[in-house]
């Protein structure tokens, strides 16, 4: 069944709220789906999210538009393969299918493969621009909320990524014609919450608690891998792993969260609480000396020519001829 036309109701909010919202807008006689819509407004406000606060994590303005230019590309092409090759390959591999793969506007886009091709991005970019890559994953971490917490709505409006059926006060209904009003877990609005909430936490651990650089990007890791393991057990449109009963995203966020406690733990244990300096410190301090050097250049060359009249006075008392005994 299809539930792209579907009507969409949620009992909290009453018997009389139902919305069925059309998954496309057309402009010139082509049809713009609010999927790709509402991924780009996050986009946008990760930039310029990045943009605001990037001094603070010791990185420029143009470190950000480079990241963007390297691995915004670099993580839809992972997006996508990550998509093609284990949700659904039939259909983009074999004869005749191939060009599918380029058809992102269709849909077709899993987070875990554009978080790997994108950081695979910036490490590289980092090598060769001798650019610490740490302090860029931890702003990224932050901007990827923000595009995962806005992008999930794309999910609402194509009426998809949602979870199993329940009579939790939350149910999302779904309506379609001729048939009975199905009540499901909306789990893409429970993905968009633990988001924003994670947004908001690693937004003043960042501010507050930061120690080392790449702390934040491991956090958002752990954070996310935490919460999509609960919710991916929700969903109904799950990829399954060889056949078996265990769901590929599922134990991938598992990994994640194990691997950054594990991580993490023994940076504090080697570090004992004493941690690298931040790029951001060793930005400002730079910044600090390199304005104490221009300021004392018109001091150094007072303090220079005096040292020479005080060497020329020596010289002249040393030449004069000594005193007569008296």
């Known amino acids: 069944m299809s539930f792209s036309d579907a009507t969409i109701t949620f009992p909290m909010f009453g018997d009389g709220?139902?919305?069925?919202?059309?998954?496309?807008?057309?402009?010139?006689?082509?049809?713009?789906y609010w999927y790709g819509i509402i991924i780009a407004i996050g986009?946008?406000?990760?930039?310029?999210?990045?943009?605001?606060r990037c001094r603070q994590f010791g990185?420029?303005?143009?470190?950000?538009?480079d990241?963007?230019?390297?691995a915004a590309p670099a993580g839809i092409v992972g997006a996508r393969l990550y998509y093609c090759i284990f949700f659904d390959p039939s259909s983009y591999f074999g004869p005749g299918k191939w060009l599918n793969i380029f058809k992102v506007w269709e849909g077709g886009l899993a987070i875990y493969g554009g978080i790997i091709f994108a950081v695979a991005a910036v490490i590289i970019y980092s090598r060769v621009k001798k650019v610490p890559f740490?302090?860029?994953l931890d702003i990224g971490g932050l901007g990827i909320l923000i595009g995962q917490a806005v992008g999930?709505?794309?999910?609402?409006?194509?009426?998809?990524?949602?979870?199993?059926?329940t009579d939790v006060f939350c149910r999302m209904g779904l309506t379609v014609p001729?048939?009975?009003t199905i009540y499901v877990h909306p789990t893409f609005l429970?993905?968009?919450?633990?988001?924003?909430?994670?947004?908001?936490?690693?937004?003043?651990v960042s501010k507050k608690w930061r120690k080392f650089d790449g702390q934040i990007f491991l956090m958002y890791i752990g954070w996310y891998g935490l919460g999509r393991f609960f919710i991916e057990g929700l969903r109904t449109d799950s990829l399954y792993l060889f056949n078996t009963d265990i769901r590929v995203s599922q134990l991938l966020a598992l990994i994640c969260f194990g691997a950054v406690c594990v991580i993490l733990l023994k940076i504090v244990i080697d570090k004992h609480g004493k941690f690298p300096p931040l790029a951001c410190e060793m930005a400002a301090l730079n910044a600090e000396m390199a304005q104490s050097e221009a300021e004392s250049v018109p001091g150094d060359n007072t303090d220079s020519s005096s040292d020479i009249a005080k060497a020329e006075k020596t010289d002249e008392e040393e030449n004069q001829p000594p005193d007569k005994e008296e």
């Open 17 to 32: 709220f139902s919305i069925n919202p059309s998954n496309h807008i057309t402009i010139f006689g082509r049809n713009i």
């Open 43 to 52: 986009f946008i406000l990760a930039v310029v999210y990045a943009l605001k």
């Open 59 to 65: 990185l420029t303005t143009d470190n950000i538009f």
């Open 67 to 70: 990241i963007i230019i390297c």
């Open 134 to 136: 740490g302090p860029m």
């Open 152 to 165: 999930r709505w794309g999910n609402f409006m194509n009426r998809e990524a949602f979870g199993a059926e």
């Open 178 to 180: 001729g048939h009975e």
């Open 190 to 204: 429970y993905e968009s919450l633990w988001n924003v909430l994670g947004l908001i936490i690693l937004h003043i």
